[in-house]
């Protein structure tokens, strides 16, 4: 194969809350169906082992704050290598909890949990406050209405950074703003949980194509795929949630 990424799964044993695994059965699926070629390694909390030199695509989903504690400290570990391969234009897409600790810090109800600080953000959790939970539809200007499932204590601010998109219906970052999710260089957060990349298959080709370009300087264009049940699927639920927000 002329194209190959190496895809690393952070924390699959502590973060995977509503499936957000199948994000990596979407990113192998859709490099594999073009002739690219797509690795899977895994750091667990066993086996805390990250080849960040072989490494192109690093996906953290989310989770309960005991198992994101838990992460966090692992992370603290590798907070220079992991800084220096954002900073590098390395691709890290992180879901929830694992965009939470990205920031500054995350307060809980109970405790402060310091974050790696790759991102000038910081995220509070405030004891009574209501959780924001619900079916999401975003704007963003390359891939489109992007759809999800939020479930999240915590309200993040994102200060300067660009975000993901714009809410069309649901929370976001903090239920107010009426922004969610964050980009900085090749990294997206976001608290859209669960299959949010096979739900929206222009957002994973976005994704995609910016690893490819950034190991491949050459590389230009991902072929088609036929993502015609995909589409449907996503454009059914904008219709849904979207239209809910207008009543
Ligand atoms: N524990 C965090 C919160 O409640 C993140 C939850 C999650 O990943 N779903 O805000």
Redesign the pocket.
């Known amino acids: 194969m002329d194209y190959e990424l190496n895809i690393v799964h952070l924390y699959p044993d502590l973060?995977n809350?509503y499936g957000d695994k199948g994000n990596i059965e979407c990113l192998r699926k859709r490099l594999l169906w073009r002739g690219i070629g797509a690795n899977l390694e895994k750091c667990t909390n066993e086996n805390n082992y990250i080849d960040f030199k072989n490494t192109d695509i690093i996906f953290v989903?989310?989770?309960?704050?005991r198992e994101?504690e838990i992460v966090c400290n692992r992370l603290l570990e590798k907070k220079t290598e992991l800084t220096a391969f954002v900073e590098n234009g390395g691709t890290l897409i992180a879901?929830?909890?694992?965009y939470?600790l990205l920031g500054k810090y995350?307060q809980?109800p109970d405790s402060k949990i310091e974050g790696l600080g790759i991102l000038d953000i910081y995220?509070d959790?405030i004891k009574g406050d209501k959780?924001l939970i619900g079916n999401v539809v975003i704007e963003n200007e390359t891939a489109g209405k992007i759809v999800g499932f939020e479930?999240?204590?915590?309200r993040t601010e994102i200060g300067s950074h660009s975000p993901l998109g714009r809410v069309i219906s649901g929370f976001g970052n903090n239920g107010k703003s009426g922004y969610e999710g964050v980009v900085y260089k090749n990294l997206i957060g976001t608290y859209l949980?669960g299959p949010l990349l096979p739900k929206n298959p222009k957002l994973c080709d976005m994704i995609l194509l910016r690893a490819l370009k950034h190991k491949y300087p050459d590389f230009h264009l991902l072929s088609p795929l036929d993502d015609t049940l995909e589409n449907t699927a996503n454009e059914y639920i904008v219709k849904t949630f979207a239209n809910q927000s207008d009543k």
Request: glycine share 30%.
């Open positions: 973060l809350l989903g989310g989770g309960s704050d994101q879901v929830c909890g694992g939470q995350y809980t995220t959790s959780r479930n999240h204590g915590g949980h």
